[in-house]
Nanobody, 132 residues
Framework: QVQLVQSGGGLVQPGGSLRLSCAAS?????????IGWFRQAPGKEREGVAC????????YYEDSVKGRFTISRDNAKNTVYLQMNSLIRDDTAVYYC????????????????????????WGQGTQVTVSS
């Protein structure tokens, strides 16, 4: 069974930090694919936050999170992380991990900017709330 299982998230004060994890299982290999983090705030469209090539480690970040968020992967554990620092209220959203596994070759930017084109698998989502 192919799945992405997320953990982490929760409530944090502005300026605080959180780490999200996304564990992939059931995939033959993720080496040629991309895993990303996306978020959806109430009343807003889902947007790509950060994406990473699972084999080469190339990354893409949405402008508002550059310098604050870091995406990384542990190939041995088939796990991707999103370290979120200096959190602000606008970061409040449901966060999802996702992969373009099975899609034709694409770029980390393409997956993050246009997930509906190539993303085939989604995690269950986790709430991140930034509030004092």
């Amino acid at each position: 069974q192919v799945q992405l299982v997320q953990s982490g998230g929760g409530l944090v004060q502005p300026g605080g930090s959180l780490r999200l994890s996304c564990a992939a299982s059931g995939f033959f290999t993720l080496d040629y694919y991309i895993i990303g983090w996306f978020r959806q705030a109430p009343g807003k469209e889902r947007e790509g936050v950060a994406c990473i090539g699972f084999r080469d480690g190339r990354t893409y970040y949405e402008d508002s999170v550059k310098g604050r968020f870091t995406i990384s992967r542990d190939n041995a554990k088939n796990t991707v992380y999103l370290q979120m620092n200096s959190l602000i209220r606008d970061d409040t959203a449901v966060y999802y991990c996702a992969t373009d596994y099975g899609s034709l070759a694409t770029t980390v930017q393409d997956v993050c900017v246009s997930p509906t084109v190539s993303v085939n698998y989604w995690g269950q989502g986790t709430q991140v709330t930034v509030s004092s």
